[in-house]
């Protein structure tokens, strides 16, 4: 009797402890396996056959379609260059070039991911509509009130602890596995200032 009481504990703290770390792995809403350029995460496996059990969860749970490999790519940025959480009340300058794709697009979202309501309705930028340097280049102003230039609309009405993330999709790029990803360069998320 004594030998079953303690297998029987054994099982269940096993299970508690195998749902707990499921459950905290998912919880993060980080998939494993991240490439990081700087601020930004890239996650190429997701969407293929490689693509490990936690994530596959992740996106199930938050109801993501990742881009397949001959899709694209998405970029996920939760940071600005110093290191800081980005915050929907600041102003924010996204500068630099992006590897080459057939097109590409920038979107604001909530901490979890979500698209917000702008004052304009409109939630991204996108490479065809850009104005950019004589080198290529660009910068944008990431702000909730308008800005000259190219302006990438933040939350009409935001706080500081909803979070934030920019996502950046590139389609028909060659960039789609982890190994494309060495040597390139990403745009720069520099905090302007915050109210």
């Known amino acids: ?3 079953l009481s303690f297998l029987t504990l054994i099982v269940v703290l096993a299970s508690l402890l195998g749902i707990g770390s499921a459950y905290i792995m998912i919880e993060r809403e980080q998939p494993l396996n991240a490439v ?3 601020s930004w995460r890239a996650y190429p496996k997701a969407g293929t056959a490689e693509a490990d059990p936690y994530s ?5 749970r938050g109801a993501v379609v990742p881009l397949a490999s001959g899709e694209g790519l998405a970029l996920v940025a939760r940071e600005d260059r110093s290191g800081h959480l980005l915050d929907p009340t600041c102003i924010y300058r996204i500068s630099g070039q992006t590897p080459t794709a057939r097109l590409w697009t920038m979107t604001a979202t909530d901490g979890d991911g979500h698209l917000v309501e702008t004052r304009p309705g409109r939630v991204h930028l ?11 280049s660009f910068e944008i102003n990431a702000a909730s009130e308008p800005h000259s230039g190219n302006w ?3 939350a009409a009405s935001a706080n500081a602890s909803e979070g934030m993330r920019f996502v950046l999709r590139l389609y028909d790029a060659p960039v789609t596995t982890g190994a494309a990803l060495d040597g390139i360069t990403l ?4 905090r302007l200032g915050c109210p």
């Open 56 to 60: 596959v969860a992740i996106y199930t």
């Open 187 to 190: 745009p720069v998320i520099e």
């Open 152 to 154: 990438l609309p933040l």
């Open 126 to 136: 996108d490479s065809q509509n850009l104005l950019r340097n004589p080198d290529g």
């Open 1 to 3: 009797m004594r030998t």
């Open 36 to 38: 990081t350029i700087g």
